[in-house]
C-alpha cells in the first residue's frame, strides 16, 4: 500500500510561484506512472503533470514551459514546482500513482493511464492565486 501526503500549497499572487511536494511511503515494485492531478472549483479533475519509472515527464499543454515534475528517489518525495501562476491554476492539486501493471489500456503511457484512473492519491493540497 502507497501513502501519499503533499505539501506545499498556499495562496499566491499572479506571476508568482509555489512549489508543492508529495512524501510517498514507498513506491510501488512494478513500473509506474506518478502524476499531479488537480481539480479547479466547480470543475473536472484535469492532469496537470506525470512522471515515469524512468523519469520521462509529459505535461498538460497549459502547464508546459511553466511547471516542472520532478522526483528524489532518495528521499521518496515527489515536488511540482509552480511559476507564472495565474487565477485558471486555482484548484486542489493531488499527488497519485498508477501502477501501470493495472491498466491494460491504449495508449500505453502515463497520462491515458491516470486519465483512466489511478490506484492512490493523497489527500490534496489547495493552491489559491
Known amino acids: 500500500h502507497v501513502q501519499l501526503v503533499e505539501s506545499g500549497g498556499g495562496s499566491a499572487q499572479t506571476g508568482g510561484s509555489l512549489r508543492l511536494s508529495c512524501a510517498v511511503s514507498k513506491y510501488p515494485r512494478s513500473t509506474h506512472c506518478m502524476a499531479w492531478l488537480r481539480q479547479p472549483p466547480g470543475k473536472e479533475r484535469e492532469g496537470v503533470a506525470y512522471i515515469d519509472t524512468y523519469g520521462s515527464t509529459t505535461y498538460a499543454d497549459s502547464m508546459k514551459g511553466r511547471f516542472t515534475i520532478s522526483k528524489d528517489s532518495a528521499t521518496n518525495t515527489l515536488y511540482l514546482q509552480m511559476n507564472s501562476l495565474n487565477p485558471d491554476d486555482t484548484g486542489m492539486y493531488y499527488c497519485?500513482?498508477?501502477?501501470?501493471?493495472?491498466?491494460?489500456?491504449?495508449?500505453?503511457?502515463?497520462?491515458?493511464?491516470?486519465?483512466?484512473?489511478?490506484?492512490?492519491r493523497g489527500q490534496g493540497t489547495q493552491v489559491t492565486v
Open positions: 497519485t500513482v498508477r501502477d501501470m501493471d493495472t491498466y491494460s489500456g491504449y495508449p500505453k503511457n502515463c497520462a491515458a493511464a491516470l486519465r483512466a484512473g489511478f490506484n492512490w
